[in-house]
Every structure is written in structure tokens, then in C-alpha cells.
């Protein structure tokens, strides 16, 4: 099946750089040898009417209509990651988040590590998720990031680094779960010889994190505020409220009045203590954030900061996701921790500072240059695939605008062998694991995938044409014997 499988020059974590196998993929390679690759495309194709039977659909921003739902492409090689790997990712993570909340309770209070310089006011006070009106506010358990998913890359080298981090609404976990479904309904036989760690569990731990954050009742009522129909990730919202057994609601449906909220129902008003939202803050209360908001409960951030009801994950988080404070976690990490980083950031340049943004500006075609407040692949510019009229546009952006863009060099992404026009091809990946933090903290067993299927493409957003994968933490008595083995055979001259 592999024969004509040509890894690029950078790290496949199938294939070695002598094109032999990994140890830890030997068994995987046999089951998909014995599947042969034309049984693998009519099951993937079986596989795509499946989730769209499923409902597993998302929606293009701007579409505005049933024309613009299409299923996630759905890859059906997995992902394989030992569990010696995950259990030091696993640790990484939750140190990256336990900084993260630290920054936000100060930030939002004392502001001791503004004070100290350690990172610019005028950089925080100028993000487009900073929200003043938090400030002095303490959410429920002391906690601002309930829910979060970060973004995982492997280098050229195979080493795991931070790529950016997601903590207001993150997305995609639907996803993550049904591709494990499909993949258990649709090619059994490539689990043979595996213990492939179980992710079914995350619809209770999410729900047991959101029952958390309301101590001041034994029997919390949860709702999951959805913007609607026409949002994009509607299947999730839908789907996530269904596994958890909880109502999906509007902002029509909900009401505050005597210190409370309630929910609308047949049977009259029914308090509602957490509120699982997947609306931006700007939408939450007409009467504090955008007052043009149809999406939100008026009232709502009042109640809130009485500690009548929690919300996850706590408004102003956005303000640790801008790609520019992105760059100060390692300091973060050091500032209240006093640790070392577990998973290093990925490089990266300020255009704010002067001499990022000279740097920048003369090597900007060796680079990629990110907006700090967009998401989904836009407002990127990829400098190796660019033409000069795109790279002189950005650098008028980057002029006019400093403080909107980082640059970060190109990294050779790690690649998985995929599926693209029914042949087998190196496609570049990332990993989004999702953490859940009520009273403990829990992180998902692998995460999403994202897969460039576009041949040659480092984009692995869905809305620029990006597929996924299901991800497998194998967890066997062979792990350290197998990683011992890799070890020895990239030493190996080919």
C-alpha cells in the first residue's frame, strides 16, 4: 500500500527518515496492508455518508443558508501517539492553563505582572478580548478557562510545541468523538493488536466540570447557550447538549429577574445556575457589552458577578488567546509558577516591537505572518507560497497596524499519510486536545486532528478546505520497548 509513499523532507510519523517504518506503526501498517487500499477508499467513501447521516455537518462563515453545511472531510488513517508522549503533553497543558488562569485573575485584579513589566499594559489594555468591565471579578472557583482546547504542532524534528491557544469557545470536539465512532463502525480491523485509550467519556467529564462551578446548590441546572441555527458549529452545540443530557437554549429562552436566571419553559420559569456559552462575550448582555445584541440575556453579567450563576468559560478570557499574548506565556509560566515550560511556544515575532517588525518586514517571504484577533486561517499570509503582490500588501498591513500582526518562521509541520484523491499522501497536521478544569482536571485522551488534505498546504483550518483525523493514545506493555527501538533506528545511517 505504501510503495509509492514519499514522506516530504521534514518529520512523518509513519515513516522514518530512511522511509522504514515506526515501530510503534508496525502493527497498524499490517492491518492496513491486509485492508488494501481499495477496500480503504470504499470504506472512506461508506465513511462520509455515514456522518452526513450522522448530522456531523459545519456551516462556512457567511454562508447563511442550509447550502453552505458540508461534512468535516473525515480522513481514515489515524493518528498514533504513545502514552509515555501523552502523559508529558498531558502535564504541559494543564501547567500552560494553571499560568493562563493566573494571568487572568491578575490581570482582572492586582495586575502585579503588568506592574512588573513582565508583560506591556499597553499590550493586554489593547486586545480586542480584553473587557474591562471584569475587572475586580472572581469567577467560580477561582477559575476563568473551564473549557479549552490548544493547538499542538510537531516541528521538523518531531518536538511538540504550543502553536496557539483557544480559551474563549473552542471548537471541534464533536468532531473528535464521532471520528472515533466512524472509525470503530467503519474499519474495525485496523484497531487489531491496539489498546487505543476510550475518549467516550468526555461528554461526562464536561458536564461534571459544569456542574462544578456551582457549589451553592447539590443539583445545578446546565444549559448550553447556542447562537443559533445559522452558526457554524451548530452540529456541536446540538450534539454536546444531547450527550450531556442538558437543555440547548437561546437568549430568547432564558430571563433574569429577582437576582436569578431562568429558562423559559412549558412548565413556567426554571432557575438555571451554569451556563455552558458558545457566543462571544461581546453577545452575552446587551446592557454591558454590544447593546445591538439579539443573541444574549440582558441582565445576565449582573447575576453573574452577584454569584447567582457561573458561565463557562468566564468572560475577558479572550484577552489570554490573542495571538500577541500568546507570545508572554513561557514568561507567565515562569512569573507565577516559577517552572520551566514543559511545551515550548513556537517562535515568534512582535510587529508592535520595532525591531520584530524590521526583521519582519525583510524576511517577509520566509515567513508566516498572522492576524492577532482572526481565527480559521484567515488573515494569514504563508511568505514561501505567496506572491510578491501578496507580500508587498502585508507589509503595508503590518505598517499601517503593528500591533495586529505576529510573524513566525515556517515551520515543516509533521506529516501523516492521508487519503487525497484516492491515493496515499504526506499531509501536514496539528492536534487540538481539550481540557476541562472544574474542581480537577481532566485533558482528553488525544484531541482533534486537523489534516491539510490540499496537497502541500499547512492550512488545516475546516474553513480552508482542511479535513481530520482520529487520534489514538496507544496504550500497550510495548510503548517503551517500541519507542526504544525508534530511538535506535533514526541513530541508523540509511
Known sequence: MFTDYRPDKGYDEYFSSCDEPRAALRPLLSSLGALGLEELNRNHAAAGVLLKRLGATFRLNGSGSSG????????????????????RLERGLIQRLEAIDAFLADVYGEQRILNDGVVPREDVE????????????????GRWCHVSGLDLVRDGSGTWRVLEDNLRCPSGVAYFLENRRVMKRMFPSLFKGRTVQPIDAYPSHLLQTLRDLAPWTEHPRVVLLTPGVFNSAYFEHSYLAQQMGIQLV???????????VWMRSTGGLQP???????????????????????????????????????????????????????????EMVRYYLGEEPIIANVPTYLCSRPDDRAYVLAHLGELVVKAVSEAGGYGMLIGPHASADEIAEFAVKIE?????????????????PSLSEGELYPCHVDLRPYVLRGQGAWVSPGGLTRVALR??????????????????????????????????QEARPC
Request: hydrophobic fraction near 35%.
Open 68 to 87: 453552505g453545511e458540508r461534512i468535516l472531510p473525515f480522513d481514515p488513517l489515524p493518528r498514533l501517539i504513545r502514552t509515555g508522549e501523552w502523559q
Open 272 to 330: 438555571v445556575d451554569v451556563i455552558y456559552r458558545r457566543i462571544d462575550d461581546d453577545f452575552l448582555d446587551p446592557s454591558v457589552f454590544r447593546p445591538d445584541s439579539m443573541l444574549g440575556v440582558r441582565g445576565l453579567m449582573e447575576v453573574y458577578a452577584a454569584g447567582r450563576v457561573a458561565i463557562a468559560n468566564a468572560p475577558g478570557t479572550g484577552v489570554a488567546d490573542d495571538k500577541l499574548i500568546y507570545a508572554y506565556v513561557p
Open 250 to 260: 437561546e437568549g430568547r429562552d432564558l430571563a433574569c429577574q429577582d437576582g436569578r
Open 126 to 141: 489593547s486586545s480586542q478580548g480584553w473587557r474591562p468591565q471584569m475587572r475586580g471579578f472572581s469567577p467560580p472557583l
Open 400 to 416: 499601517a497596524d503593528p500591533r495586529n500582526f505576529i510573524a513566525q518562521p515556517t515551520l515543516e509541520l509533521s506529516t501523516v
Open 455 to 488: 496537497r502541500g498546504s499547512l492550512v488545516v483550518n475546516s474553513s480552508q478546505g482542511g479535513g481530520c483525523k482520529d487520534t489514538w493514545i496507544v496504550d500497550d506493555q510495548e510503548a517503551q520497548q517500541e519507542a526504544q527501538q525508534e530511538a535506535q
